[in-house]
């Protein structure tokens, strides 16, 4: 079985799904190794994987939903040598889902490629175009990387991301995407929003009007609005905004990332 499982390793390498690194949130060397021994092929792997949702799996039987009660993660893989660890605990949602789709996508039509994908460089003109082409507004945050091993500052760097995609979002700002990245010299946040400036006021939708408590109290606490009125059955305000621009809002959430929801330890600067 040990080709198979210098397959499997190879196959998760193209896909960029391999490692244990907290940089990856992949499948580990020995996480391959037990699936191999487990399934018997890799050719029987990818077809059990194609089925896979939230997989329980023992090394006695292909499912054991009691695992579930034990641990909480995408996919649960018992450790043969100790059964209160899970092997697979570091494997994101992303990853398992990716290698779910490549093995269909393997077997519905095999080929070399699964296993030997070039990485595309794009020039910076073509990126320039790329991104142009999209109509979004792309904001990139870089700043000196903090002096942390790696299995640290990546956590601390996705923590970072999620609270300022949440901060905005719950500022009205689509957020189209969110990536983050470092190499231990640098670390750069990439957003990509669909507008970057929102209109200077903002509709708030309050309380059913018979409801007379609840619509007091919403005509209290919006009495600096612009504008109360009713729509239909409902009391509405119109107040101003207090970010019409992305960067601002950013620009606030650097100042202090802690009150915001990010690490408290870790303080990018622009």
């Known amino acids: 079985q040990r080709d198979d499982v210098r397959l499997l390793k190879k196959f998760m390498q193209s896909l960029g799904v391999y490692g244990a690194e907290l940089r990856v949130e992949g499948f580990s060397g020995y996480l391959c190794e037990l699936l191999i021994l487990h399934y018997g092929s890799l050719e029987r792997l990818m077809h059990a994987a194609c089925a896979w949702h939230k997989p329980a799996i023992g090394m006695a039987k292909t499912e054991n939903p009691s695992l579930h009660s034990k641990f909480d993660s995408p996919l649960i893989v018992a450790d043969p040598v100790d059964p ?8 994101s949602t992303t990853s398992l889902y990716r290698f779910v789709l490549a093995c269909r996508q393997f077997l ?4 070399a490629r699964f296993f030997f994908k070039e990485k595309e460089v794009r020039s910076k003109a073509k990126l320039s175009r790329l991104i142009s082409s999209r109509k979004t507004s792309p904001i990139a945050i870089a700043f000196p990387s903090p002096h942390l091993v ?7 760097l996705r923590k970072t991301a999620l609270a300022l995609v949440n901060s905005l979002m719950s500022s009205e700002f689509e957020v189209f995407g969110h990536y983050y ?3 231990g010299k640098e670390c750069v946040i990439l957003l990509e929003l669909e507008f970057e400036a929102l209109p200077a006021v903002r509709k708030v939708l309050g309380p059913w009007v018979w409801m007379q408590k609840p619509t007091d109290d919403f005509i209290r606490s919006h009495n600096r609005a612009y504008n109360l009125h009713i729509e239909h059955d409902r009391i509405t305000a119109v107040e101003g905004r207090e970010h019409q621009a992305a960067h601002s809002l950013i620009l606030k959430f650097l100042s202090k990332p802690a009150k915001h929801g990010g690490p408290s330890n870790f303080i990018p600067f622009i």
């Open 84 to 91: 209160n660890r899970n092997v697979a605990a570091v494997v």
């Open 108 to 111: 519905a039509s095999p080929h």
């Open 150 to 156: 790696e299995d640290i500052l990546w956590p601390q």
């Open 181 to 183: 990245w470092g190499d």
